[in-house]
């Protein structure tokens, strides 16, 4: 509106109502303290924009007498011999800058001519509130965009505790401090509320990120990426649903005829939504869970079979929430822990249908038919027999008779490949599979046999982790045709050789491969990524499957609307919880009883019994901290990163520390009073 003003009356400047209002706007705010004797006609058009800019400044933050120069319109903050543009400095004032604002508007509207009813209402009334809560909108947005901040949550007025954290980016929020000197109804606090929930509900409907997108947790330039290397299974094949049904049904028959197992243990459906990638399972006591980024459990999350525990009895089996560290990790080793004697992690998606089975085999021992029986001797025989169909060939047999029932194609994978190659880039391929089962795969995953020429190196059964510690066990030739290994050593890596076995060491120092160029993609975080960006110095980048459907949850409607609602609360309840007057404390109450009820919704979107496989309620799940550590990139598909140039630089999100400003706002999003 100002901008208008300032902008208008091209000719007729000297008498222009336009400067002539900005005039009497400065002397009604700045005490009749202005001189307003315009020099230069294009003056005034070249730097309307910094008039209205720098006024707003004065006119939003500014408490003391300021002097506003017509020859170039800037505000200042006189304070004895210094001169110093009013948005740098630091105000201390008791009077809340939403008051201000009101008044020095209703002085601005006035000399104007223009009146609204509603501000000159007495300070108490709804109708008030109302025009406080939107002329405060639009000054903390305005200097929001201006200075590119947010509002820090930072309150003037009485000592006492006070807010530093990131509140939502929807105008003034009251702290208790504030709302001690005026009195404040539920209903006053409710219609806020409401407002803060709209505008951010409108916010988040206008946002959206493709699930073919690549995220990066920290910076990396790919066209310091001289060398790819890829893991197969989950990395460049990808498989179907079906597979998991196929892995827990060969499982499950084996307990019953050689571990001899109940009958009835058969009967039980195999759910595909039961259990999610990233669960803890308490060996000794036989309970499935999900542990926090601070190892903390997830009370809602923790099931004996497929009963969920109440939070009192999970609290008094463990003594609190806490897992102790070294429970969960290995950290004397540091080399890619995934196992303890107590706490097992299912990190993979072929753990899925194993963590379903351990559940269902718990149901039918524990709760249906009472019997005494050690929870560890049940793990340790789910996991051995689904260790041995996958080592015996059962279940790569059965995926290559029916390789389009349990595969899925990737349609731009070939075209990837041959991206990388043509402009130069070294590829190669280490995986544990082994060697024929790889052939059939990537034949059928690129639709050629001759895959290989793609390839500088191809190591298969490379028993990894192993492969990255154990420096004793050397590389084996392979004859693809005969399948027979060569009792030769192997001294260097050839280009059309297949390799068994070996270790990274003696991969290095063959190749010659420089680490910080090398970026190496595969889906098990511990086995194919911890030991090469944390010792080798590679860049990394996970394949998460699952992360396709978890993002278009995250994105849909409803999604949007539960955790709109989440924010508002926890932001309302943050700012507002030092009230004691009763009916105010009711609201409070209702509020915590509705935030609970947002964190349930949101959970069950995701999983009805463990919720999203990166986030807890209240933080990011183990899983998710462990991604963060050891990739670089991650993604749902390797033929993601086609979106991109080779020379393309991935740049992190900045995440505010609790002690920073919050500079995590879109920058492309035009905030909006909403009215």
């Known amino acids: 509106f100002l901008f208008a003003l300032a902008a208008g009356e091209f000719f007729s400047w000297r008498e222009s109502p336009a400067l002539s209002f900005l005039c009497a706007c400065a002397n009604t705010h700045c005490g009749g303290r202005t001189s307003c004797n315009a020099p230069l006609l294009p003056s005034l058009l070249l730097s309307s924009f910094a008039v209205v800019r720098n006024y707003l400044d004065c006119f939003l933050c500014s408490n003391t007498p300021c002097n506003?120069?017509?020859?170039?319109?800037?505000?200042?903050?006189?304070?004895?011999?210094?001169?110093?543009?009013?948005?740098?400095?630091?105000?201390?004032?008791?009077?809340?800058?939403?008051?201000?604002?009101?008044?020095?508007?209703?002085?601005?509207?006035?000399?104007?001519?223009?009146?609204?009813?509603?501000?000159?209402?007495?300070?108490?009334?709804a109708a008030s509130l109302q025009n406080r809560q939107s002329l405060s909108n639009i000054s903390v947005r305005y200097l929001s965009k201006r200075r590119g901040l947010?509002?820090?949550?930072?309150?003037?007025?009485?000592?006492?505790?006070?807010h530093y954290g990131h509140p939502l980016p929807l105008g003034p929020e009251l702290s208790p401090s504030d709302t001690n000197t005026s009195p404040l109804s539920p209903a006053a606090l409710i219609e806020i509320y409401n407002r803060k929930r709209e505008s951010l509900t409108v916010e988040l409907n206008h946002q959206d990120v493709p699930s073919e997108a690549v995220f990066t947790n920290s910076e990396i330039s790919l066209k310091h990426i001289d060398v790819y290397g890829f893991d197969f299974d989950y990395t460049l094949l990808q498989y179907t649903p079906e597979l998991h049904r196929l892995i827990y049904t060969a499982a499950c028959k084996r307990l019953v005829d050689k571990l001899s197992y109940p009958h009835g243990i058969e009967d039980m459906d195999y759910d595909p939504?039961?259990?999610?990638?990233?669960?803890?399972?308490?060996?000794?006591?036989?309970?499935?869970?999900?542990?926090?980024?601070?190892?903390?459990?997830?009370?809602?999350?923790?099931?004996r079979g497929h009963q969920q525990l109440c939070k009192e009895e999970v609290l008094e089996l463990y003594g609190g929430s806490h897992i102790p560290l070294r429970v969960t990790e290995d950290s004397a080793t540091g080399s890619s822990p995934h196992r303890s004697s107590q706490m097992v992690q299912f990190l993979d998606l072929f753990s899925i249908p194993e963590a379903t089975l351990f559940a269902n085999v718990m149901e039918y021992i524990h709760h249906r038919e009472g019997q005494a029986f050690l929870p560890k001797f049940l793990f340790e025989d789910v996991q051995n027999t689904v260790k041995e169909i996958h080592t015996e060939g059962l279940i790569h047999d059965a995926i290559i008779e029916d390789i389009e029932r349990y595969t899925k194609v990737t349609p731009r994978l070939p075209e990837y490949l041959n991206r990388l190659k043509n402009a130069g880039?070294?590829?190669?391929?280490?995986?544990?599979?082994?060697?024929?089962?790889?052939?059939?795969?990537?034949?059928?995953?690129?639709?050629?046999?001759?895959?290989?020429?793609?390839f500088d190196i191809v190591i298969v059964q490379a028993m990894k982790p192993s492969f990255y510690s154990n420096s004793d066990r050397p590389f084996r030739l392979l004859n693809p045709r005969s399948m027979s290994q060569t009792w030769r050593p192997v001294s260097s890596l050839e280009r059309g050789q297949i390799y068994i076995q070996g270790n990274v060491g003696d991969f290095i120092s063959m190749t010659g491969l420089p680490g910080a160029r090398v970026l190496y993609f595969g889906d098990h975080v511990f086995s194919d990524l911890a030991d090469p960006i944390m010792q080798l110095?590679?860049?990394?980048?996970?394949?998460?499957?699952?992360?396709?459907?978890?993002?278009?949850?995250?994105?849909?409607?409803?999604?949007?609307?539960?955790?709109?609602?989440?924010?508002?609360?926890e932001n309302m309840l943050k700012n507002y919880q030092e009230h004691s007057r009763p009916e105010l404390v009711a609201v409070m109450e209702d509020w915590k009883q509705r935030r609970t009820e947002a964190r349930r919704h949101l959970k069950t979107m995701f999983n009805p019994r463990f919720g999203s496989v990166f986030r807890t309620e209240?933080?990011?799940?183990?899983?998710?901290?462990?991604?963060?550590?050891?990739?670089?990139?991650?993604?749902?598909?390797?033929?993601?990163?086609?979106?991109?140039?080779?020379?393309?630089?991935?740049?992190?999100?900045?995440?505010?520390?609790?002690?920073?400003?919050?500079?995590?706002?879109?920058?492309?999003?035009?905030?909006?009073?909403?009215?």
């Open 68 to 125: 506003l120069s017509s020859a170039d319109f800037t505000c200042h903050v006189s304070r004895g011999r210094e001169t110093t543009p009013c948005h740098e400095q630091q105000h201390a004032t008791s009077t809340r800058a939403s008051d201000r604002a009101m008044i020095v508007t209703k002085r601005l509207l006035v000399a104007s001519g223009g009146i609204v009813p509603t501000l000159l209402q007495s300070p108490g009334s």
């Open 150 to 162: 947010h509002d820090t949550g930072r309150k003037s007025g009485k000592k006492g505790p006070r």
């Open 273 to 303: 939504d039961f259990a999610i990638r990233g669960l803890h399972c308490d060996i000794s006591r036989g309970l499935l869970m999900k542990i926090d980024a601070y190892n903390h459990i997830h009370l809602s999350s923790v099931h």
């Open 425 to 454: 880039k070294r590829l190669f391929l280490i995986t544990n599979s082994p060697y024929w089962f790889v052939n059939a795969g990537m034949t059928h995953a690129l639709g050629s046999p001759y895959w290989r020429d793609l």
């Open 537 to 569: 110095g590679w860049k990394t980048g996970a394949i998460i499957p699952e992360l396709e459907a978890e993002m278009k949850k995250a994105f849909s409607p409803a999604a949007k609307r539960y955790l709109a609602e989440l924010l508002v609360l």
């Open 618 to 675: 209240k933080s990011p799940t183990y899983f998710s901290l462990r991604l963060s550590a050891f990739a670089n990139l991650y993604t749902a598909s390797v033929d993601n990163l086609m979106n991109y140039s080779l020379d393309y630089t991935f740049i992190p999100r900045r995440t505010a520390l609790p002690h920073e400003p919050d500079l995590n706002f879109d920058l492309d999003i035009r905030l909006t009073d909403p009215d």
